[in-house]
DNA sequence: CCTTTTCGTGGGCAATGACCAACGATAGGC
DNA sequence: GCCTATCGTTGGTCATTGCCCACGAAAAGG
């Protein structure tokens, strides 16, 4: 079994977590996989969550994601029934995209099924060393932040 | 600038992870880069500094790489005279992989400024948080290790 | 009106990563 | 001496990702 990191390599903290980040969104990925979501199929509900009645270019600009990267995550989510999608009476050019009872209702599945990962994720550490190691975590990403959302 | 990460997304401390480290290996990359590295090509470099000379078909079982995907990295990394590669004489179907001096200098360089954008990672955390905080991934890690290097 | 711009959409392209089949050369079992 | 397995290598496939161009519908500015 000489499967061993390479001390050298160990020893790069950016390494480190970009490898335990790269676990951790494999296993959102796979436990969005399992109610038929992606990852961006989420960050568009959790971004319909907290905005009003967005245009599909407007979520596009917020993400940084190409607006015809889109289509195919509106078209799912709509399908699933998680989103309505009306013509903006203003602009008959745009939608206006809402979530759905059942859009929100599988949001909030999804957040609960996400805390679950987050404890399973940060098990090997105390309570106290989660609070403070989430806190430095949103220090570093706000620091770092970049433009987008990529899930 | 409705550059903002929604809310929702935030509380998931995953994602939060997975970001930053996504971050973190982007620009490490882009650090290799300006020397003509890849990642993998580090990690390669990394594991024939710790262990004794190795046959390509041992590193690709230690880093759950596909054989012919080494053959790349392997030709770059002669190429840039960084590593040697001579056939064992005890099975004339192996190489036996060795780093050079430059490939030693090379891989000291590259740690040099890992280690200096570990610094510019956790720059918004004070020096004793630092240590805690890659205490706390390095356990992170071992817990969560999976199979693979994953550059 | 007529021109220009914006919105959603379709198409495709290049880079990437993981994976697999098969080959020549070599070694090992017997 | 044969047969089988292993090593490095070639040459693919397949899915994913980001990016870019062009279109029709609709709006906005003259």
């Known amino acids: 079994m000489s ?5 050298r390599l160990l020893g790069i903290s ?26 961006w199929d989420l960050a568009v509900l959790t971004a319909l969550d907290d ?3 967005a245009s599909q270019r407007a979520l596009a600009r917020r993400f940084a994601i190409d607006p015809s990267d889109l289509v195919d995550v509106m078209a ?7 989103i309505r999608r009306d013509r903006d009476p203003a602009d008959r050019r ?3 995209i809402t979530l759905t009872k059942r859009g ?7 957040t609960t099924q996400a805390a679950d990962l987050d404890k399973t994720l940060l098990a090997p550490l105390s309570p ?10 949103h220090r570093l990403h706000t620091h770092h932040a970049e433009r987008g959302i990529t899930p």
Chains 1, 2 share one sequence.
């Open 94 to 96: 745009r939608y206006l």
């Open 14 to 39: 950016t390494y480190v977590l970009a490898r335990v980040g790269r676990t951790g969104r494999a296993r959102m990925a796979a436990m969005l996989r399992e109610r038929g979501l992606t990852l």
């Open 104 to 110: 929100r209702a599988e949001l909030d599945h999804a």
């Open 128 to 137: 106290e060393e989660r609070t403070h190691f989430t806190s430095m975590l």
């Open 76 to 82: 799912r989510l709509l399908e699933a029934g998680l």
């Open 51 to 53: 905005s009003p009645p």
């Open 3 to 7: 499967d061993t990191v390479p001390p």
